[in-house]
């Protein structure tokens, strides 16, 4: 179950965030978002998907033709409801996290190599 997951977290992190143009609205009520999307990946592949924010999302403008920014998973991105809303986040924010990571793991290895 730990594997599964741990995959999807790296389909996820390997996936992109895009600003997608909103080509159709099925349902835009105050507790539901449901609508479709044309995206073009990293790779340049051109995708028309449907996006559901679930319950109770953040209020967020949606109309026909304008923009929805959206993460899209590396496998399968034109995947009915495999693309979700995304908050716009800064890449700032995900570079620190990186940094962070990778100094928190060269730290630990460099204790193992000074108590064996």
């Given at each position: 179950m730990f594997v599964l997951s741990?995959?999807?977290a790296v389909a996820e992190f390997r996936g992109a965030t895009v600003d997608a143009e909103v080509v159709g609205i099925t349902t835009n009520a105050p507790g539901r978002r449901v609508y479709d999307i044309r995206l073009v990946t990293r790779s340049g592949l051109v995708c028309v998907t449907?996006?559901?924010s679930g319950s109770n999302?953040?209020?967020r403008e949606i109309r026909l033709g304008g923009l929805s920014r959206v993460h899209y998973p590396i496998p399968g991105p034109c995947?009915?409801?495999a693309v979700?809303?995304?908050p716009s986040t800064p890449s700032w924010q995900l570079a620190v996290l990186a940094a962070l990571v990778v100094t928190g793991s060269l730290a630990g290895l460099r204790h193992?190599?000074?108590n064996p």
């Open positions: 741990g995959w999807e449907t996006v559901d999302p953040p209020p995947t009915d409801y979700e809303e995304s193992l190599r000074r």
